[in-house]
């Protein structure tokens, strides 16, 4: 079993991503970027958002820039297929609060995860950093969905 334990400052949007204490790779969301980059090792992705509205983001390999795998976000905000080299993986939370979630394929748990506001860890039953990688992504893409919902909520009732 791969375990990757993860930390960030309060405000930043940086993760350091850990294996056995020894930072293995990083993983960067901008809040209104459509663009995000990940590394655990020597696998380095790219995560491009197809369009503003778009519930689509592409996998990219960051040094050849190939197509690997697809997102494709639910309305609802709580499940995420991945697609990656013609599988098929469903990515979803576990609990009520949004701070665990796991990645399945065919109903059998590949990838479960456990995150707080600043730090978590990634466990995984298989070899795959790719997977690991797209299920962090998705997880950080449904919390800065749920942060800008929450600031625009806040906006219209509160007038700030």
């Known amino acids: 079993m791969k375990k990757i334990n993860w930390k960030k400052g309060l405000f930043s949007s940086k993760y350091r991503l850990f294996d056995n204490n020894i930072e293995v790779g990083e993983f960067r969301q901008p809040a209104l970027g459509s663009t995000s980059l990940g590394k655990i090792n020597e696998v380095k992705l790219r ?3 197809k369009g503003l509205f778009s519930s689509e983001t592409e996998i990219n390999d960051f040094n050849s820039n190939q197509s690997i795998g697809t997102i494709k976000f639910n309305s609802l ?5 991945i697609k990656i080299d013609n599988k098929k993986y469903l990515w979803e ?4 609060w949004n701070s ?3 990645i399945s394929e065919n109903g059998q748990q590949l990838i479960n995860s456990k995150s707080s506001t600043t730090s978590g860890y990634i ?5 795959n ?7 962090f992504y998705v997880y950080n893409y449904y919390v800065m969905m749920m942060i800008i919902f929450t ?4 906006i219209i009732v509160f007038g700030i």
């Not at 905000?77 to 297929?81: I, L």
């Not at 600031?151 to 806040?154: F, K, L, N």
């Open 123 to 127: 466990e995984s039953t298989i070899e």
């Open 93 to 96: 939370y576990d609990d009520f």
């Open 47 to 49: 995560f491009k958002k």
């Open 100 to 102: 665990k979630w796991s």
């Open 129 to 135: 950093e790719l997977l690991m990688l797209s299920g």
């Open 77 to 81: 905000g709580n499940k995420a297929e």
């Open 151 to 154: 600031t625009i909520t806040a």
